[in-house]
Nanobody, 116 residues
């Protein structure tokens, strides 16, 4: 199970950190991701924002490079997404996903709204 938290309402230019706590899995073995989806456009595919591998390598969407940082704390079974210099276009529901092999586990999401 994955449980996200940390969303809310922020102003443009501010920072926010999202957390994703995992339970019932051997967390260090999973590749962790953050996705986002615009709730105003539910037909649009979820966008991959960031990924962190088992060895800590990270990858980012071009739209967030230099502003967002993904990290993981295996001792706490937690993945974080530090978001700086937020923009209104970052407004979305943010979802955590854990992958191992072909298995994917999704969290329920947390809403972030960035006001101009």
């Amino acid at each position: 199970q994955l449980v996200e938290s940390g969303g809310g309402l922020v102003q443009a230019g501010e920072s926010r950190r999202l957390s994703c706590v995992a339970s019932g899995m051997d967390f260090p073995l999973y590749i962790m991701h953050w996705f986002r989806q615009d709730p105003e456009d539910p037909g649009k595919q979820r966008e991959l924002v960031a990924q962190i591998t088992r060895d800590g390598s990270s990858h980012y969407a071009d739209s967030v490079k230099g502003r967002f940082t993904i990290s993981r704390d295996n001792a706490k079974n937690t993945t974080y997404l530090q978001m700086n210099s937020l923009k209104p276009e970052d407004t979305a529901a943010y979802y955590c996903r854990a992958d191992i092999g072909i298995m994917e586990i999704w969290g329920q999401g947390t809403q972030l709204t960035v006001s101009a």
